[in-house]
């Protein structure tokens, strides 16, 4: 257990629905990154926050949106769900506004969008 | 824009095969090199971290080295247990992320 936590571990869904997707940091990490994996593609980053504020954004579509809330847990929101959103999402935490040591991973959830 | 390069894409080897797998990177300034490991359908664990050319790092039969353009994690004496995708991943100077590679798939048939 690396202590980010993410739910569910599973969604199905069909296209154009909206799903949200929930990460707990681990405990003292005010950082929170998320992160989509493609089968065809390697790790993309999407959205950091730091301590509730935005930091960094990265390829992230209009559709996606991400919020990190007073008690530092992050909800990923995708809406108007296409195929190609289907994708292993997830989150990642550390303790500072940047990465200088690393992140931890969750152990992901797998959106499949049928 | 930052880039990460890995090779090969896959790797088969035998139990007790030595190998190396590559990670070459293009940032403005580099302010580390870390390496995970992923297993299928599972989060990256981190396995190292590199913050300067000539470093290296060590972890029963992995070692990680650095030089300024590129990573290597050298593999010694493979066991099954070891197999899994590695990943690399940079972090530029000015870096807010890290910027990962595809990544290497690792099989050790017994």
């Known amino acids: 257990d690396s202590g980010v936590t993410q739910t569910p571990k599973h969604l199905i869904t069909a296209t154009g629905q909206r799903v949200t997707l929930r990460c707990s940091p681990r405990?003292?990490?005010?950082?929170v990154y998320w992160y989509q994996q493609s089968l065809d593609q390697g790790l993309q980053f999407l959205i950091q926050?730091?301590?509730?504020?935005?930091?960094a954004k990265g390829n992230i579509l209009e559709r996606f949106s991400a919020q990190q809330f007073p008690d530092l847990h992050s909800e990923l929101n995708l809406s108007s769900l296409e195929l190609g959103d289907s994708a292993l999402y997830f989150c990642?935490?550390?303790?500072?506004?940047?990465?200088?040591?690393?992140?931890?991973f969750g152990s992901g959830t797998r959106l499949t969008v049928v | 824009e930052d880039q990460v390069t890995q090779s090969p894409e896959a790797l088969r080897l035998q139990e007790g095969e030595s190998s190396s797998l590559n990670c070459s990177y293009t940032v403005s300034g580099l302010r580390g090199l870390f390496w995970y490991r992923q297993d299928p359908g599972k989060g990256p664990e981190f396995l190292f971290t590199l913050y300067s050319a000539g470093e290296e790092k060590e972890k029963e039969r992995l070692k990680a080295t650095l030089t300024k353009k590129e990573s290597f994690l050298h593999i010694t004496a493979p066991k099954p247990e070891d197999s899994a995708t590695y990943l690399c991943?940079?972090?530029?100077?000015?870096?807010?992320?890290?910027?990962f590679g595809e990544g290497t798939q690792l099989t050790v048939n017994p």
């Open positions: 405990s003292g990490d005010l950082s």
């Open positions: 926050y730091y301590n509730g504020e935005e930091r």
């Open positions: 990642a935490s550390s303790v500072a506004p940047g990465p200088s040591y690393g992140y931890t």
């Open positions: 991943a940079a972090l530029e100077t000015s870096g807010s992320r890290l910027t």
